[in-house]
């Protein structure tokens, strides 16, 4: 009875192996196919460490999103790094800011476009809404929406461009944010988002790229510019 017993747990323990070498092995290198007028691109933030650009670029990445600032005070400390290297590699690049819920959006846009003047040669920033690494503090529906509002009004003024809004399922049950016609950045990890209006497809926060340490994020691009 216990050899049955423990030969079962030993068949259960090697399935759960082969699983975890899929996962961790297999994962990181897949790549979805790209349709027509798509291509590849990260994004990155001090968390990944010095990135080597040229052997990016030469991974087939054509465009990159560094983090530039988050609510009203924080600059990313690789922002100037990555964002010189990675133009000088010859990948098409843009920023990103990560919204805060706990400070007013008119200081997020100062400390925004403090770090990230406007760029005609870049692409069009984005704002980055998700509840993971956010603040505890959850402001009514009205009162994000007001405070989203003051920071994307700010900056498109300022750069003349439409923000692209990136999110996930949790962020937009809490705060819908989909809707609001901008272009979107959906964060739908391994499945294509659906046939809404998205720029862009984050795939995944595990992918192995040349010139990144450890997982990296991965996304499609459509409608380039």
Known sequence: MWSRVA????????????????????LPHYRP??????????????HQGRVAWRAVAADDIDFAYPKASEGGDFVDERFAENWRDAH?????????HFFTLCRPGADQAANFLRTVP????????????ELKGNCSRRPTRPQFAAELDAFVTRVEKAWGRTMIVYTNDDF??????????????????????????WTIWQVTALASIDGVNGGADLDIQRQVR
Do not use: F, N
């Open 7 to 26: 030969r079962r747990v030993a068949l259960w323990v090697a399935m759960l192996g082969v699983v975890a070498a899929v996962v961790w092995v297999a």
């Open 33 to 46: 196919g790209l349709a027509a007028g798509e291509r590849y691109g990260i994004d990155v933030s001090a």
């Open 88 to 96: 000088a590699a010859g990948l098409d690049r843009g920023a990103y």
């Open 118 to 129: 406007p760029d005609p040669t870049a692409l069009a920033p984005a704002v980055d809404l």
């Open 172 to 197: 937009d049950d809490l705060y819908p944010v989909r809707d609001q016609g901008r272009p979107l950045w959906e964060a739908t990890y391994y499945r294509r988002p659906e046939e809404r209006t």
